[in-house]
């Protein structure tokens, strides 16, 4: 079974970055795809960033140009760096991995196997 495990999260003032890093555990074709995915308060969970092991990249729009995937094949890592970060950005943040990269639906979460439990992200006004 693989298992998956983020860090980095915390509370950050607005305007500030902040790293956020997942690990899947495994053989490398667990994660050929690798996304983030964020809840906010009293909200639906929803697409952030993803990576395929060929690092393709896809952003949600509300992020595009603030935050940066990428990923260690060989250490079967992925991190989000977050910049300019808003108030709008708090939320529970999750990692996921697929073992099928399809660059058609990197933003559906159905397609993503593993999961982990999260960490939680606050941004300060």
């Known amino acids: 079974q693989v298992q998956v495990q983020e860090s980095g999260g915390g509370l950050v003032q607005a305007g500030g970055s902040l790293k956020l890093s997942c690990t899947a555990s495994?053989?490398?074709?667990?994660?050929?795809?690798m996304a983030w995915f964020r809840q906010p308060p009293k909200k639906e969970r929803e697409f952030v960033a993803a990576i395929t092991w060929t690092e393709s990249t896809q952003y949600a729009d509300s992020v595009q140009g603030r935050f940066t995937i990428f990923r260690d094949n060989a250490k079967n890592t992925v991190a989000l760096q977050m910049t300019s970060l808003k108030p709008e950005d708090t939320a529970m943040y999750s990692c996921a991995a697929a073992r099928i990269a399809r660059l058609t639906k990197l933003e559906d979460e159905d397609q993503y196997d593993y999961w982990g439990q999260g960490t939680q992200v606050t941004v300060s006004s």
């Open positions: 495994g053989p490398p074709s667990s994660s050929r795809m």
